[in-house]
């Protein structure tokens, strides 16, 4: 059964450095997501992404956020510089439909440790 | 704004007893509501939603507008239910999943 797969799966890095995780949706999927999770905290929506356009985003996805599709597989969220705050597991995850009772499947997640 | 609200962090039941997983929201519109969980070292999975009115692995929820909520409930528990679960809302037109903050049902042999 196709999955989402996430790379890497444990990013550590220094506060105001850049970062960049990847995502490869299924592959006939066409809307994508990214979310996040702060230890201990809720499942928050950052982004959706369809047609090479954010859809919508959330007041997290600040100016020091971004999103692409480099390619016809890869899904990136890159970090400009990272704070520590932005510790987190990070979710990316993918969908067939714009249905809103559509599901949505989920990566594995990458957790970023920003020291 | 849409929340939704899980009002108990943690849920411990003996195999073969009843579980209820209590979720409720705020949503001046019509929602769409799910359930997802996610077992230990496994992605998070949809487990069921409220559209499709099914049975998986045991478990059923209900959409109660009245009351704003869309419990889990299981009559006999098994101990492969242990997991965490998420219940989640959707606006209707849109792609963006809010959660509420999940329960961890342990499952007690």
């Known amino acids: 059964e196709p999955e989402v797969t996430q790379t890497p799966s444990h990013q550590v890095t220094q506060m105001g450095q850049e970062v960049i995780l990847r995502c490869v949706p299924i592959s006939n999927h066409l809307y994508f997501y990214w979310y996040r999770q702060i230890l201990g905290q809720k499942v928050e929506f950052l982004v959706s992404?369809?047609?090479?356009?954010?859809?919508?985003k959330s007041e997290i996805f600040d100016d020091q956020f971004s999103v692409e599709r480099p390619d016809g597989s890869n899904f990136t969220l890159k970090i400009r510089s990272t704070k520590l705050e932005d510790s987190a597991m990070y979710f990316c995850?993918?969908?067939?439909?714009?249905?809103?009772?559509?599901?949505?499947?989920f990566g594995p997640g990458t957790r970023l440790t920003v020291l | 704004a849409q929340r939704v609200t899980q009002p108990e962090k943690l849920l411990s039941v003996f195999k073969g007893a009843p579980v209820e997983l209590k979720c409720n929201y705020s949503?001046?519109?019509?929602?769409?509501l799910f359930w997802y969980v996610q077992y230990s070292r496994q992605r998070l999975q949809l487990l069921l939603r409220?559209?499709s009115r099914e049975s998986i692995k045991g478990f059923t929820a209900d959409l109660n507008k009245g009351e704003t909520s869309f419990h889990l409930k299981k009559p006999f528990a098994q101990e492969e239910d242990s997991a965490m679960y998420y219940c989640a809302l959707n606006r209707q037109g849109a792609q963006k999943l809010v959660f509420g903050q999940g329960t961890r049902l342990t499952i007690n042999p």
């Open positions: 949503y001046s519109g019509s929602p769409e």
């Open positions: 992404f369809y047609n090479n356009e954010i859809s919508e």
């Open positions: 409220h559209i």
């Open positions: 995850a993918s969908s067939g439909s714009e249905d809103s009772y559509n599901e949505q499947f």
